[in-house]
T-cell receptor
Framework: EPEVTQTPSHQVTQMGQEVILRCVPI?????FYWYRQILGQKVEFLVS????????KSEIFDDQFSVERPDGSNFTLKIRSTKLEDSAMYFC??????????????FGPGTRLTVL | AQSVSQHNHHVILSEAASLELGCNYS??????LFWYVQYPGQHLQLLLK??????LVKGIKGFEAEFIKSKFSFNLRKPSVQWSDTAEYFC????????????FGSGTRLQVQP
């Protein structure tokens, strides 16, 4: 069964550094998503991406965040200048996108980001 | 904005016990509802989903959930849990507005003792 994959599984960085989290969505899916879960808190939506542009974003997704589909398989989340409060588990998800209201999102295993 | 409440944060059961995990949402319109499970060290997996029709939905691994519109609830049930059901369970809601951002509950950690 195809799965969403994410690399790395754990990233440690210094405050102020840039990080790029990588995801490979399921191959025939058209919608891609990033969510995050700060330790002890709920999973929160960050952004959705379709047809090479952001289709929806939350208030969390400010100017320090960006997403990109650099090639036909990868989907990345970049945090320009990391802050301590960016420490979280970041989940990538994808969905087929053509099922309308019955579309289902499939999640990757997550990348744990630790900002020191 | 919609929200999801999962009242049980940590549940401990013995094998063969019955399970019911509560999920309530706040949103006045039509919703799509999901239960995801995260086994230790693994990714979020879809257990079951409700879009329309029969309010009792069956998912994988013997789980089922009932949508009760009047109570804004979507409780997850399993008649007899196994040790392998030890995991974290997340309820999520997606209002039927065309948007795609899932709103999750805080999760319930289920520990099944052999």
């Amino acid at each position: 069964e195809p799965e969403v994959t994410q690399t790395p599984s754990h990233q440690v960085t210094q405050m102020g550094q840039e990080v790029i989290l990588r995801c490979v969505p399921i191959s025939n899916h058209l919608y891609f998503y990033w969510y995050r879960q700060i330790l002890g808190q709920k999973v929160e939506f960050l952004v959705s991406f379709y047809n090479n542009e952001i289709s929806e974003k939350s208030e969390i997704f400010d100017d320090q965040f960006s997403v990109e589909r650099p090639d036909g398989s990868n989907f990345t989340l970049k945090i320009r200048s990391t802050k301590l409060e960016d420490s979280a588990m970041y989940f990538c998800a994808s969905s087929w996108g053509l099922a309308g209201r019955t579309d289902t999102q499939y999640f990757g295993p997550g990348t744990r980001l630790t900002v020191l | 904005a919609q929200s999801v409440s999962q009242h049980n944060h940590h549940v401990i059961l013995s094998e063969a016990a019955s399970l019911e995990l509560g999920c309530n949402y706040s949103y006045g319109g039509t919703v799509n509802l999901f239960w995801y499970v995260q086994y230790p060290g693994q990714h979020l997996q879809l257990l079951l989903k409700y879009f329309s029709g029969d309010p009792l939905v069956k998912g994988i691994k013997g789980f089922e959930a009932e949508f009760i519109k009047s109570k804004f609830s979507f409780n997850l049930r399993k008649p007899s849990v196994q040790w392998s059901d030890t995991a974290e369970y997340f309820c999520a809601v997606l209002p039927d507005t065309g948007r795609r951002a899932l709103t999750f509950g805080s999760g319930t950690r289920l520990q099944v003792q052999p």
